[in-house]
């Protein structure tokens, strides 16, 4: 089967896709990676950020500096590391062309893969929507790969959600390509147990089990089946998020449940203040209660109620949450040394 992927190359997710994909029995074409241009007229899009007219050079800058996302930097330095033998390097090994394209939507790429006529076409974590012309070109169908079970979780950052929402299994969906962003009829999925993974593990075993559903998909052609043969979705269980923004990591102790905030630390990035500098929350532990918390006594979310070697106690509600790593300065330590250095006591808050 004749395929073109089209990868999002700025995403370890996306490049996943390319190994499984060369390995398996599908006869890749070419490999479309987005423009620079493109990936940072998405970003825009996702993050609701603008460039408003009036707004100077300097503030412009300032506003970059402070939306600057460690995640995406530690993506950035992981691709950075491996280059050495990347994504580009393995399509030149396999011959396989590779097109840099700003637009796929546009006549000229519509074209182009019209020439190319592919059976298929895949796509994953890629940075547009795609547009009824280019959908229709493929014989037996548009599919994409997105990392969550779908009908749950459409739209941007899905493992992410899928952490702070508090769901204990997720999985895989490919599924059929149409106007309305995840709506497709599924072809295959991958279910898995997530427990109390981090971000970052999640985001480890959606890559694992990428060279999975890739299978699964080309079994799905290998048996006669085409576009025709989805599994229709269940729109009235869908869930539909749009990309985090700072203020989805904020942490509000008086309004939160311990496990809401353990979810946001988990998911990563989640942040508060203490004595009005800001703290990024590592690494936490839920308790039912506290030593200290004794005689029905209660006190507002957020107050440090206790401070040992292993971690300081904050009251939540519905539980005490017991940090043991922060992030102060950009600077990763145990909770016990910032509790030293900053000279913490209980009784303290955190807002």
Same mark, same amino acid.
Request: hydrophobic share 40%; net charge positive.
């Given at each position: 089967?004749k395929?073109l992927?089209?990868?999002?190359?700025k995403?370890?997710?996306g490049?996943?896709?390319?190994?499984?994909i060369?390995e398996?029995?599908?006869?890749?074409?070419?490999?479309?990676?987005?423009?620079?241009?493109?990936?940072s007229l998405?970003?825009?899009?996702?993050?609701?950020?603008d460039?408003?007219?009036?707004?100077?050079?300097?503030?412009?800058?300032?506003?970059? %500096?402070?939306? %600057?996302?460690?995640?995406?930097?530690?993506?950035?330095?992981?691709?950075?590391?491996?280059?050495?033998?990347?994504?580009?390097?393995?399509l +030149?090994?396999?011959?396989?062309?590779?097109?840099?394209?700003?637009?796929?939507?546009s006549?000229?790429?519509?074209?182009?893969?019209?020439?190319i006529?592919p059976?298929?076409?895949?796509?994953?974590?890629?940075? +547009?929507?795609?547009?009824?012309?280019?959908?229709?070109?493929?014989r037996?169908?548009?599919?994409?790969?997105?990392?969550?079970?779908?009908?749950?979780?459409?739209?941007?950052?899905?493992h992410?959600?899928?952490?702070?929402?508090?769901?204990?299994?997720?999985?895989?969906?490919?599924?059929?390509?149409?106007?309305?962003?995840?709506?497709?009829?599924? %072809?295959?999925?991958?279910e898995?147990p997530i427990?109390?993974?981090?971000?970052?593990?999640?985001?480890?075993?959606?890559?694992?089990e990428?060279?999975?559903?890739?299978?699964?998909?080309?079994?799905?052609?290998?048996?006669?089946k085409?576009?025709?043969?989805?599994?229709?979705q269940?729109?009235?269980?869908?869930?539909v998020?749009?990309?985090?923004?700072?203020?989805?990591?904020?942490?509000?102790?008086?309004?939160q449940?311990?496990? +809401?905030?353990?979810?946001?630390?988990?998911?990563?990035?989640?942040?508060?203040?203490f004595?009005?500098k800001?703290?990024?929350?590592?690494?936490?532990?839920?308790?039912?209660?506290?030593?200290?918390?004794?005689?029905?006594?209660?006190?507002?979310?957020?107050?440090?109620?206790d401070i040992?070697?292993?971690?300081?106690?904050?009251?939540?509600?519905g539980?005490v949450?017991?940090?043991?790593?922060?992030?102060?300065?950009?600077?990763?330590?145990?909770?016990?040394?910032?509790?030293?250095?900053?000279m913490? +006591?209980?009784?303290?808050?955190?807002?």
């Amino acid at each position: 089967m004749k395929t073109l992927f089209l990868c999002g190359n700025k995403s370890r997710y996306g490049i996943g896709h390319i190994l499984p994909i060369l390995e398996s029995a599908l006869e890749l074409l070419a490999v479309v990676f987005p423009t620079e241009s493109r990936w940072s007229l998405f970003r825009r899009r996702i993050s609701g950020e603008d460039t408003p007219a009036h707004i100077g050079k300097n503030e412009w800058m300032k506003g970059i %500096i402070r939306n %600057i996302n460690p995640r995406r930097i530690l993506s950035w330095l992981y691709l950075r590391r491996h280059a050495s033998f990347g994504p580009t390097e393995m399509l +030149q090994h396999k011959r396989v062309p590779l097109l840099h394209v700003d637009d796929v939507n546009s006549k000229d790429f519509v074209r182009i893969a019209e020439k190319i006529a592919p059976d298929i076409i895949l796509s994953a974590a890629y940075p +547009q929507i795609f547009a009824a012309e280019l959908i229709q070109i493929p014989r037996l169908g548009f599919v994409n790969f997105h990392p969550s079970l779908l009908p749950k979780f459409r739209g941007a950052h899905p493992h992410y959600w899928a952490i702070v929402q508090g769901e204990r299994v997720s999985g895989l969906t490919a599924h059929f390509v149409t106007e309305h962003v995840d709506e497709g009829d599924i %072809i295959a999925q991958i279910e898995y147990p997530i427990g109390d993974y981090t971000y970052q593990e999640l985001y480890d075993k959606m890559i694992a089990e990428t060279p999975t559903i890739i299978k699964k998909v080309v079994f799905f052609f290998a048996s006669g089946k085409t576009k025709w043969d989805g599994i229709r979705q269940d729109s009235s269980a869908a869930t539909v998020f749009r990309n985090d923004r700072r203020i989805h990591h904020r942490i509000f102790w008086e309004q939160q449940t311990a496990e +809401q905030i353990n979810n946001l630390v988990r998911g990563g990035e989640a942040f508060c203040f203490f004595r009005d500098k800001k703290i990024i929350l590592a690494e936490c532990v839920l308790t039912n209660g506290n030593k200290n918390l004794t005689n029905n006594i209660r006190v507002p979310g957020g107050i440090i109620v206790d401070i040992t070697r292993e971690s300081i106690a904050v009251s939540a509600n519905g539980g005490v949450v017991n940090i043991k790593r922060l992030i102060y300065k950009g600077r990763q330590m145990h909770a016990w040394e910032y509790a030293v250095r900053q000279m913490v +006591q209980t009784g303290e808050q955190l807002h």
